[in-house]
């Protein structure tokens, strides 16, 4: 796990005062923890920065016709989107988030019992989310390379749905390893991503579900 | 902080060396050969590219064309520009010499997520080897621009093309990205942000914009790959969709790209001339924070490439004035870089001579640049040769001559041998006078009102066309030099020491070749290195000599009355 590089630390404070943060960890799994996060959270940015640049297709095409829902190619009007499901399934991902959270919480102070609990929760949610997805698709009147409103509808959720599928796998991966002693209390780097990315997919979905459902 | 040398603490240790070939060579995980491993990969695009570029050359001497067909004319340029924009300037720059240099002048053994790094390099010569296929398939043919609708009409080998290019943006977001944390986290003690080299600034300026908009350029390829492939309408104005649309998502990552390519190239002028003129850089901390304010301008401008594409008058003054802006940074840089030259005891290296040739024809390029930004210049010029001209005197002239420099001041840390300056400053002169033979003239065409991307023009555009023609197999003997150089170099190259030129950054205080492991001791940092007047800001150094008879240490050649 070490690393052949010591790091300053300059932008967090002087090298004792890292030590000094993770001062039950080693220091070198310190700063290569601090360089995962921030490449994490990096990642993170770049990954905002092509959902941001979907959400602008959709605003600019929005924008560009008179009306929305749009008038499609054969000249029928688009529906409206069903908010009452869409918003049920929103909860359902949402309270992923939370049982996410305690998870990590638990874990951090070594209630296995309760983590497990809380990250299977947090998975059979996050598969619910997508089932309800699954569903929405196929029985929302509108298709992908209909119109722009099937395009940017159909591209944005499910690069967001990806993102979901992905975490769901993920946090299977973590609740293996963490039930086969890969983590211990000090060192849980995964566990933290693994939230991260979690709340990642929680907060894109707010404004998924704004632009397409409320808007 | 405390600034104190520590050898042996926790995490000061040094991996075990790579063994074998594979490990060693090809799917390493060491910055240094992964940077190698950009230049030469870069240095084959670069051949390809080039030998486009004439084929574009011959074909103009005749106003009815030589050589190809008008579509195969339209795929050669259109791939030529694809390739010299992100197969050579872009991997080069922050791939090539990010990679090797930057950690070094950190004073860090490695960038941050080295396997990360691996991947990034490994993805480079695929997206390569699939662009250039799409020769088969019938080349993209809508320029290095790919402009719906054109794009959405355009043969087989468009949504190739979007797989290359989508590859080699994911592999810039990646090295943007471990980079930044590099920069960020793994500097040696007492590095603080004014003590870091103004090439680390301008990698770290490069790798925040790899990182963000290339991220935009994704996603403008990955609707575009939709809707070729899967019919999904994004741009077609038939079904809705929007031509801008892909405009203002290309250009919000393009605009920047040009700064990605030109960025570390200022990074290495001002390294170069500090060395060569035996003076403290002139107004350090200007030419940093002018790379971050060109940066930040850089995410404001895009539209001024869509003048004409019909965009709300009103919208068009705020670009303007803010791409005309970004000549006050720009110029901070240029002016700083004279004031370091001036009183300084110049040594006229190749790598100097490149890097004066840069201020020339960047200056030109950029001035050009503040021409195109006002909107009634750019309504007359969009879509000529006076844009060609232009653009070519920024990327040859700019990116292009810095990689030339840089090549010509680090070979000897990468090899340990110096290049022949002989051959040097005959590569310098035939490029330089080559290039502005090459590209001069089209500003005039431009004027005149030639239009770009044709493969045949009005016969009252041949002469200056030929004279571009002639010129560009100058520029071409030239390059050529320097692949001759490097070769007889790599055979028969003298040694050259740790540190031929006297220079003061950390990456010369170790030996050429560095060691895998770079520094055996990761030194402490005092000062920035720009004060030639005191000693070596740097402690805890431990210089190894690399094994064999000792070299020459360094002589300024006017102080011993040498000559080249």
Known sequence: MAVGTLGAGTLSGSHDEVVARYNDVDQAYAEQRENRLLGFVLFLVSDVVIFSSFIFAYLYLRSSVPNWPPIAAGGHQLPRFDVAFAGVNSVVLFGSGATMHFALENWKHQKKGRFNGWLIATIVLGAGFLLGQAYEYHSVQLAWSGSTMGATFFTLTGMHGFHVFVGVVYLITLLIQANRGVYTSSKYFGLTAGTLYWHFVDVIWVALFYLFYLM | ?564
């Not at chain 2, 969009?382 to 292009?400: K, M």
């Open chain 2, 1 to 564: 902080m405390a600034v104190a040398a520590h050898p042996g603490v926790a995490g000061d240790h040094i991996h075990p060396a790579p063994e074998g070939f594979i490990r060693k060579y090809v799917f390493s995980i060491d910055h240094k050969v992964i940077g190698l491993q950009y230049f030469i990969t870069g240095g084959l695009f670069f051949i390809i590219a080039g030998l486009l570029a004439e084929a574009i050359r011959v074909q103009l001497i005749k106003p009815s064309g030589l050589i190809l067909s008008p579509g195969a004319y339209n795929g050669v340029y259109s791939v030529h520009g694809s390739t010299m924009v992100w197969l050579v300037i872009i991997p080069v720059l922050t791939g090539g010499f990010g990679n090797f240099i930057m950690p070094l002048q950190i004073g860090a053994r490695d960038v941050a997520f080295p396997w990360l790094n691996m991947l990034s390099f490994w993805m480079f010569p695929v997206a390569g080897a699939i662009l250039f296929s799409s020769f088969i398939v019938g080349a993209p043919d809508a320029g290095w621009t790919e402009y719906p609708p054109i794009s959405l009409q355009g043969p087989p080998g468009t949504t190739v093309w979007t797989v290359a290019i989508f590859l080699i943006g994911i592999s810039s977001t990646m090295t943007g990205l471990n980079f930044v944390v590099t920069m960020l986290k793994m500097r040696a003690p007492g590095m603080t942000f004014t003590r870091m080299t103004l090439f680390v600034w301008a990698s770290l300026a490069t790798a925040v914009m790899n990182m963000v908009a290339t991220a935009a350029l994704s996603a403008a390829l990955l609707a575009l790959f939709l809707e070729r492939v899967f019919d999904v309408p994004f741009y077609d104005p038939a079904r809705g969709g929007s031509p801008i649309l892909w405009q203002h998502m290309f250009w919000f990552y393009s605009h920047p790209a040009v700064y990605i390519m030109v960025l570390p190239a200022f990074g290495i002028i001002s390294e170069v001339f500090p060395t060569f003129a035996r003076k403290p850089i002139f107004g350090y901390k200007m030419i940093a924070f002018s790379s971050i304010l060109i940066a930040l301008l850089s995410f404001m401008v895009w539209a001024h490439h869509m003048f004409t594409s019909g965009m709300a008058p009103w919208l068009q003054l705020p670009f303007m004035i803010i791409t005309m802006i970004i000549a006050v940074p720009t110029g901070i840089k240029i002016f700083s870089w004279l004031a370091t030259l001036w009183g300084g005891k110049i040594w006229f290296t190749t790598a100097m001579m490149f890097s004066l040739g840069f201020i020339l024809t960047f200056t030109f390029g950029g001035i050009t640049g503040v021409f195109l930004a006002a909107v009634p210049v750019d309504l007359q010029a969009h879509g000529t040769y006076f844009i060609v001209g232009h653009l070519h005197y920024v990327l040859v002239g700019g990116s292009v001559m810095g990689i030339l420099s840089g090549i010509y001041y680090w070979f000897p840390k990468m090899t340990g041998r110096l290049l022949s300056e002989k051959i040097g400053h005959w590569n310098f002169w035939l490029f330089f006078v080559g290039f502005n033979g090459t590209f001069l003239p089209m500003h005039w065409l431009g004027l005149l009102g030639m239009p770009r991307r044709v493969a045949t023009y009005d016969p009252r555009f041949q002469f200056w066309n030929d004279v571009s023609s002639a010129f560009s197999f100058v520029m071409a003997v030239g390059l050529l030099l320097l692949f001759i150089n490097i070769a007889i170099s790599l055979r028969k190259g003298k040694r050259s020491g740790a540190n031929p030129w006297g220079a003061r950054t950390l990456e010369w205080t170790i030996s050429s070749p560095p060691p895998y492991y770079n520094f055996k001791h990761i030194p402490a940092v005092l000062k920035n290195p720009y004060e030639f007047s005191e000693p070596l800001p740097y402690l805890g150094l431990d210089n190894e000599q690399p094994p064999g008879p000792p070299v020459p240490t360094f002589t300024h050649p006017t102080e011993v009355g040498a000559t080249r």
